[in-house]
DNA sequence: TCTGGGGTCCTAGGACCC
DNA sequence: TCTGGGGTCCTAGGACCC
């Protein structure tokens, strides 16, 4: 048996924890730039808030309701996640950290334990010591966890706890699924399934393996045997290493100012390079793009982009914002276009260690690598643009909106929650 | 008249996830 | 004024090889 351990509204949750006040209240949260609705809590849900709703067309409905509004906060976020998953890995043999706020748990090796007490249990302590609540959802198979999980929060809010442990309850938890709520069947895949007369997940359960192939490759045959109680899935116990690193930006305003561009292009090109050193990779390609508002539809629109090769793979952060700015050279069109957003990829990603030597290098990379660590170093304790390049500059031209931001409350002693007494 | 039968690798695009 | 920012996997089709 599997489960799957979801926080509930995590966001939301997250900044309610250091404003009680605001339990009870709708609370959202906005995505970067303000833009849209990306976490609700129940109370916002209730009001009919849709998640990935522009901020500006709900800002009356904010308004009228007295929603308290929050822009996203993502290192407190993300340290309150790490809690949570410490807190979890107590619970089972194995885990794996499946998103910031979903990790699944294998009890397969759990005898003689009561599954729904331990679901139970999670949940206390996880709400006790963190203060987060959370869902447990457990099932034979991942894919069954996931809908166990939101069964939980349907049907049995107040537990907090679904488990599938019997026929009858996997079967009353498939036949109040509907297609397009099961894990892996997204807007298109729902769209041919009810055409095709299947409505419930239990439906899905009785087509025949042929058609799934065909209408769903292999990926629907997985989920086919999944919802059949014969786990398809492949775990990941340990982190793996990302294949693809992205980092990307609005810049809060259009704009076709090249020397800004450049600013915000070096700067997600240097996000580039510290996250490849954080897992000890290194990339042979660089991928810049660039591209206009494309929800501004009287405007001329434009999505640029280019991939460079690395001479030696690498992921020092000069060689990569140089081989980035060198693309932007390429992809920018000066005064045809306003520009919304770029970001900088890079691809083909392997591991540091395997690197061959180029003869012909010209880069001391013994000697930068030292650098780039010392700097790392210096910039993961005194705080993260400490240290950097000059082309990245300091005064921070382009800036997301982000008008609601709550505090670093956890990791940054000069923000810590203070309380009167 | 008649034009094989395998492979591999790469890329773009589509589907999905949070 | 104002619409996020990451990822993964799979498939089809083209280029190329013998």
Request: with cysteine; net charge positive; aromatic share 8%.
């Amino acid at each position: 048996m599997y489960a799957l351990v979801d926080c509930n509204n995590f966001y939301a949750s997250c900044e309610r924890l250091f404003q009680p006040h605001l339990n009870g209240r709708p609370v959202v949260v906005l995505s970067n730039n303000d833009g849209c609705v990306i976490s609700r809590s129940d109370e916002a849900k209730a009001l009919g808030i849709a998640m990935g709703t522009p901020a500006y067309m709900s800002e009356p409905s904010f308004k009228k309701n007295d929603v308290k509004v929050f822009s996203s906060n993502y290192t407190l976020y993300g340290d309150l996640s790490d809690r949570v998953i410490k807190t979890l890995a107590a619970f089972a043999p194995r885990m794996e950290v499946y998103s910031i706020d979903e990790s699944f748990l294998d009890l397969s090796d759990l005898y003689n334990t009561d599954l729904l007490q331990l679901g139970i249990n999670i949940r206390k302590t996880v709400l006790q010591n963190i203060g987060i609540p959370v869902c447990v959802g457990i099932a034979p198979t991942k894919t069954l966890a996931k809908m166990a999980n939101r069964y939980a929060k349907k049907k049995y809010k107040s537990v907090g706890v679904f488990y599938a442990a019997n026929e009858q309850l996997k079967n009353e938890m498939l036949e109040y699924t509907e297609v397009g709520d099961i894990w892996g069947v997204g807007h298109q895949y729902a769209l041919l399934l009810k055409k095709n007369g299947f409505h419930t997940a239990k439906d899905v359960t009785h087509i025949p393996a042929d058609w799934m192939r065909q209408n769903m490759s292999v990926v629907g045959l997985r989920m086919l045997n999944e919802l059949n109680g014969i786990p398809s899935i492949e775990w990941e116990y340990d982190a793996k290493s990302k294949k693809n690193i992205c980092t990307s930006r609005s810049f809060g305003k259009l704009t076709n100012d090249y020397s800004l561009i450049k600013e915000a292009v070096s700067n997600h090109a240097a996000t580039c390079a510290l996250k490849l050193r954080t897992q000890s990779s290194v990339c042979t390609e660089i991928n810049v793009f660039i591209g206009t508002n494309p929800h501004k539809v009287e405007h001329k629109q434009l999505h640029h982009a280019i991939t460079i090769r690395c001479s030696t793979p690498t992921n020092l952060t000069k060689e990569i914002i140089g081989y980035a700015l060198k693309g932007l050279d390429i992809i920018f069109r000066p005064d045809e276009y306003l520009y919304m957003k770029c970001g900088v990829m890079v691809l083909n990603i392997m591991p540091e260690n395997s690197v061959q030597a180029n003869m012909f290098d010209g880069v001391h990379r013994s000697r930068d690598k030292i650098l780039s660590k010392t700097v790392d170093l210096v910039n993961k304790s005194m705080g993260k643009d400490t240290v950097r390049m000059a082309v990245q500059r300091f005064e921070r031209r382009y800036k997301l909106r982000a008008g609601h931001l709550s505090s670093k409350y956890t990791t940054d002693i000069n923000q810590i929650l203070k309380v009167r007494i």
